[in-house]
T-cell receptor, first 113, second 107 residues
Framework: EAGVAQSPRYKIIEKRQSVAFWCNPI?????LYWYQQILGQGPKLLIQ????????DSQLPKDRFSAERLKGVDSTLKIQPAKLEDSAVYLC???????????FGSGTRLTVV | GIQVEQSPPDLILQEGANSTLRCNFS?????LQWFHQNPWGQLINLFY???GTKQNGRLSATTVATERYSLLYISSSQTTDSGVYFC?????????FGDGTTLTVKP
């Protein structure tokens, strides 16, 4: 089966600019997650979708971050405006509702300068 | 949410040695997962192990849910085992990752 697809792989932007990341989960996986991984730390959950509904966005900085999954398949995560501390790897993962674990994409490495 | 603590934070081995990585969690979890993050950043699922013991080749994992810990065993380590090992505890639909154990296997 095809894995979780993410793009772009790398992005460098200046602070205060906006950026968007895209994720296409494994076919049939209703649950989709966005994680932020800062260097030297474990991934931190930003938002979890079940189909096109939000299950958990308690750690999403909603003043600058937004995410959508309009058709219950692929998803976009946006940052506007970006800050230096947003430099991190943004990981997308998907799973079946009766989860036997996640599958992660390769991630997008964001550098804010 | 739950707290997940991994130990040791860093581990250096000679090729062929065995190792044990530990994951403690502060509250009960429904599920526990072990991942390997390779030097290119890809997170690979190793085990989904809410309880009991599982084995896959040179790797095995044991979770003792009643005592809130899980162990990952690596036998006859190889240089390709290098990277960061994460555990993630899942509870009430939420997941929390530890900060990982960085393993370096020297030839």
């Amino acid at each position: 089966e095809a894995g979780v697809a993410q793009s772009p792989r790398y992005k460098i932007i200046e602070k205060r600019q906006s950026v968007a990341f895209w994720c296409n989960p494994i076919s049939g996986h209703a649950t989709l997650y966005w994680y932020q991984q800062i260097l030297g730390q474990g991934p931190k959950l930003l938002i979890q979708f079940q189909n096109n509904g939000v299950v958990d966005d308690s750690q999403l900085p909603k003043d600058r971050f937004s995410a959508e999954r309009l058709k219950g398949v692929d998803s976009t995560l946006k940052i506007q405006p970006a800050k230096l501390e947003d430099s991190a790897v943004y990981l997308c993962a998907s799973s079946l509702p009766s989860s036997n674990g996640y599958t992660f994409g390769s991630g997008t490495r964001l550098t804010v300068v | 949410g739950i707290q997940v603590e991994q130990s040791p934070p860093d581990l250096i081995l000679q090729e062929g040695a065995n190792s044990t990585l530990r994951c403690n969690f502060s509250d009960s979890v429904n599920n526990l997962q072990w991942f390997h993050q390779n030097p290119w950043g890809q997170l690979i699922n190793l085990f989904y192990i809410p309880s009991g013991t599982k084995q896959n080749g040179r790797l095995s994992a044991t979770t003792v849910a009643t005592e809130r810990y899980s162990l990952l065993y690596i036998s006859s380590s190889q240089t390709t085992d290098s990277g960061v090992y994460f555990c993630a505890g899942h509870n009430a639909g939420k997941s929390t990752f530890g900060d990982g154990t960085t393993l370096t296997v020297k030839p």
